[in-house]
């Protein structure tokens, strides 16, 4: 099933032990994938209107709270 | 109560995790961005009935989730049943010597069902656990892995990735005190 131009491709040089514990870890191709997908929008800029969205929140609290 | 410094700073640094949760659900950035944008005024109006010291990020989360899932149904749109698509599957060809590039996964990700796709992100991205994320998704812990185990299947058949596909059901069951409950 599984050929040597696979294992190469895939860096498994511990075939299953380590991916066995943790299919989704860093020696399985789609657990990197998915890390490095998530990582990249992670990262990416917060536009400003989310921090403008918490600040009128929170001025309209002080507001209500003066009432 | 009024909403303290804390909880504004911490619904501020969990941003970004919300965004990239948001768009693996949308699939779409502004509807993405809009999404967080109803999650953070739910959280902040329920604030009070969040408890310091528990999990933030998780109740975010649901929160989000929750939404994303009554934005669809106001639209009338069905939530994709995991077991009735995908008949057709859209081969992607890794560019060379098994290396995937970033946009064939992605393409992958989108092909999933909603169900599949969050329970994957949930556990192999986010950094829950099995316990969290079935909380995160009001279902049982077995479901999540059921999800996570045939998400991880179909993304290895869309990607004909061979050679980590014959994990038995000892690998799945190896998973439930798995190493992602940081």
Not at chain 2, 26 to 46: F, G, I, R, Y
């Amino acid at each position: 099933m599984k050929s040597m131009k696979d294992s190469l491709a895939l860096g498994a040089s511990t075939p299953r032990a380590k991916g066995s514990a943790d299919p989704l870890g860093v020696n399985s191709e789609i657990g990197r994938k998915l890390k490095q997908y998530y990582d990249e929008l992670v990262s990416d800029d917060v536009p400003d209107r989310f921090a403008q969205l918490l600040s009128q929140l929170e001025a309209a609290e002080t507001t209500r709270k003066g009432d | 109560m009024a909403v303290t410094p804390e909880f504004k700073r911490e619904l501020l640094a969990t941003i970004p995790s919300l965004r990239a949760f948001a768009v693996s659900l949308t699939q779409n950035s502004d509807k993405a961005d809009d999404l967080v944008q109803e999650t953070l005024v739910k959280a902040w109006d329920k604030h009070e009935s969040f408890q310091m010291g528990t999990n933030l990020k998780a109740w975010l989360f649901t929160i989000l989730r929750n939404e994303f899932y009554s934005q669809m149904r106001k639209r009338g749109r069905e939530i994709q049943d995991s077991e009735g698509i995908m008949t057709e599957r859209l081969a992607v060809h890794p560019s060379q010597h098994g290396k995937l590039d970033l946009a064939d996964f992605r393409g992958a990700l989108e092909q999933l069902p909603e169900d599949q796709r969050e329970a994957i992100i949930l556990i192999g991205a986010s950094g829950f656990s099995y316990e969290e994320a079935a909380e995160i998704c009001n279902c049982a812990v077995g479901t999540i892995k059921s999800r996570v185990s045939r998400a991880r299947t179909r993304l290895q058949d869309i990607l004909q990735i061979t050679g980590e596909a014959d994990y038995g059901p000892d690998a799945i069951s190896s998973q439930v005190m798995g190493s992602n409950a940081a």
